[in-house]
Each structure stands twice: as structure tokens, then as C-alpha cells.
């Protein structure tokens, strides 16, 4: 197939336009600025040069595809207005979805996020589960899910939204201070650490991602995509441990000093655009689980997650000590 990958310069988007490419699949790659492209590595990939609020741009880097990858979303940073969020979030996937409806493009595919459905109360949680965001980054993207299906349902084009759950492996940099903190003995739990924490290994998401654009009955679906193992925070702390060479039984502190540290760190930094040293959603990954059920990717996409955990765990960890940063 022809496709066209946003996000290309992230960690996601970049692993899956190198996998598509090393496929043999056609890929184009969208980036905002030419440097992005020369920075890095899309060797054989067209790069066209644009963003995701022009229209012009979309129409432009969809022509001629067959299936369009949005992968671009903006993360949680520090001091950026609610409408940063929802301009790229939320109602850019409306808009990619209407310009790759006129490019003649058959599918969408539309990465979304477990963080929809919030703290999971009921594990393990599947696509059904209640939809509660809890934060802007978690209530733009679940926006940009329905702009997604509007655009979609307007236009006819085949739309498929995936909702991946705990990203990670070479490249990744979001659980590096979870993965430091464990190898260098650091690391504490804040809690009883009995929370569900399920992770997903790049190279499974990818092909997650492939399933649901070459899948016919994939059209009008939404998948949640996550690995094959569920652990408690405890269990995969003892695991990255092990795997580290530093085995052992994690710290543990209570948790609401931390909490009540945290919304106080957010009141004085967030207002002047600076990143708070602590802030309340750190002390949530303590505290919330997240565990979900793929019955619907496994027997709709024949996604079968191929990475162990403590497979995945290794490899992480070669690559943070191959980047110095262990």
C-alpha cells in the first residue's frame, strides 16, 4: 500500500513509517519543518512539508494514498492553552479525515488513546468500557475521536480508531525515569503498588496498526491495542529490576503528601509556563489502574502480541544503556 504517516518525527509515528517502509509499502511522511526531516531517519519515504490545520497541506501530502496513518498529537506539556490541545487533538483529525476523503483515500487510521476511558474500575476494561477523560490531553484526544467518525460518516470513507495502551521500547523517553529509577535503586512506589499497569511494545503496536489498515471488516471499528501481559505496578518494577541486575523488593510511601505536593507544584509553575518538579498525574500513575481486554483486536485483526514483557523490558533497556542514559 501507499501511506501517508503523521506524527513521523515522534516516537510512535517514526517507528511505524520505518516499519511500514521495511515492508516494502510505499510511505510518505508529513513534518512541519524541512530540518525534522533531515534529523531523521526516512531514507526511501517521500517527506512533504506541512501541518495538520491546512487544509491545502492535508489535501496535498493524501494525494495519491491509500491509507493515511494519524499518528501527530500533542502530549501533556507544561503552560500550553487548552486550545493548543484541541486545535491538534481534536479537531485536526477532523480535518485530515475530510482532506483524505477528497485525496480519494480509502481508509483512515486514527491512533487514539486508552486514556479515554480514564481510571479503569473495573479491570480489565475493553472497548464498551465508559468513557471518562480525566485531563485536557485524555478529553482533546477523545474530541478528536469524534470529529474523526463525524468526518467519516459525512464523507464515506473507512475510519478505524485504535486506542493504544502504555507505549514503549527503543526509542521511547516517556518511562525512562521508571526504568532509571528501577536500574540506579531509586525508583519508590507511591502506594501499595497493586495497581494494573499494562504496557505495549512498540514493534507489536505497529503491526497493530497495519492490521487495522489492511483488515477489511476493520472499517468502523475501534480497537484497543495493548501487549499480551497485564502486571501489577509491583510486578513490573520486580521484573525491570531483574532484568536490570538489580533485584529486589520496591520502596513503597504513602501517597497523598505527594498528591497534595503535586497540585500545589502545578498552582505556582503551570501559570508561568514552567514544567512543575511534581504534579498530580505523576502521583496518579500510582494510583489508577489501567488493564484492558484485546478480545476484539485478537479476533477481528488476528493482532497477537509477539514481544514479552520481559522481552520488551530487555530491549529497552539495552537501548537506554546504549544512549547513555541508564
Request: overall charge negative.
Given at each position: 500500500m501507499k501511506a501517508l504517516v503523521t506524527g513521523a518525527t515522534g516516537f510512535t509515528g517514526g517507528h511505524l513509517a520505518r516499519y511500514l517502509a521495511a515492508r516494502g509499502d510505499a510511505v510518505r511522511v508529513l513534518v512541519r519543518q524541512p530540518s525534522q526531516a533531515e534529523q531523521q531517519a526516512f531514507a526511501g519515504m517521500e517527506t512533504v512539508v506541512g501541518d495538520l490545520e491546512t487544509g491545502d497541506n492535508l489535501l496535498r501530502a493524501a494525494e495519491g494514498v491509500d491509507v493515511v496513518f494519524n499518528v501527530a498529537a500533542l502530549y501533556r506539556q507544561a503552560g500550553l492553552p487548552e486550545a493548543t490541545y484541541r486545535r491538534v487533538n481534536a479537531e485536526a483529525p477532523g480535518a485530515i479525515v475530510e482532506a483524505s476523503a477528497k485525496a480519494g483515500v480509502r481508509r483512515v487510521v486514527h491512533c487514539s488513546t486508552v486514556g479515554v476511558h480514564g481510571d479503569i474500575e473495573h479491570p480489565p476494561a475493553d472497548e464498551n468500557a465508559p468513557l471518562r477523560p480525566g485531563d485536557v490531553y485524555q478529553i482533546t484526544k477523545l474530541e478528536g475521536e469524534e470529529h474523526a467518525r463525524a468526518g467519516a460518516l459525512e464523507s464515506g470513507i473507512e475510519l478505524v480508531i485504535v486506542r493504544p495502551s502504555g507505549i514503549y521500547g527503543a526509542g521511547d523517553r516517556r518511562l525512562l525515569k521508571l526504568f532509571r529509577g528501577v536500574a540506579r535503586r531509586r525508583f519508590v512506589i507511591l502506594g501499595d503498588g497493586e495497581i494494573f499497569y499494562h504496557l505495549t511494545h512498540i514493534d507489536d503496536l505497529v503491526e497493530g496498526f497495519r492490521l487495522a489498515a489492511t483488515v477489511p471488516g476493520a472499517a468502523g471499528r475501534?480497537?484497543?491495542?495493548?501487549?499480551?501481559?497485564?502486571?501489577?505496578?509491583?510486578?513490573?518494577?520486580?521484573?525491570?529490576?531483574?532484568?536490570?541486575?538489580?533485584?529486589?523488593?520496591?520502596?513503597?510511601?504513602?501517597?497523598?503528601?505527594?498528591?497534595?505536593?503535586g497540585a500545589a507544584c502545578e498552582a505556582i509553575c503551570t501559570p508561568l509556563g514552567i514544567e512543575p518538579p511534581l504534579y498530580r498525574r505523576r502521583v496518579d500513575f500510582f494510583t489508577k489502574s489501567r488493564a484492558f481486554d484485546i478480545t476484539r483486536a485478537r479476533s477481528e485483526l488476528d493482532f497477537q502480541p509477539r514481544v514479552t514483557l520481559r522481552e520488551g523490558v530487555r530491549r529497552t533497556l539495552d537501548w537506554y544503556r546504549a544512549e547513555g542514559w541508564l
Open positions: 475501534t480497537y484497543i491495542l495493548a501487549g499480551g501481559e497485564v502486571t501489577t505496578l509491583n510486578e513490573l518494577v520486580r521484573i525491570i529490576g531483574a532484568e536490570a541486575g538489580v533485584p529486589g523488593e520496591p520502596w513503597h510511601l504513602p501517597v497523598w503528601p505527594f498528591w497534595v505536593a
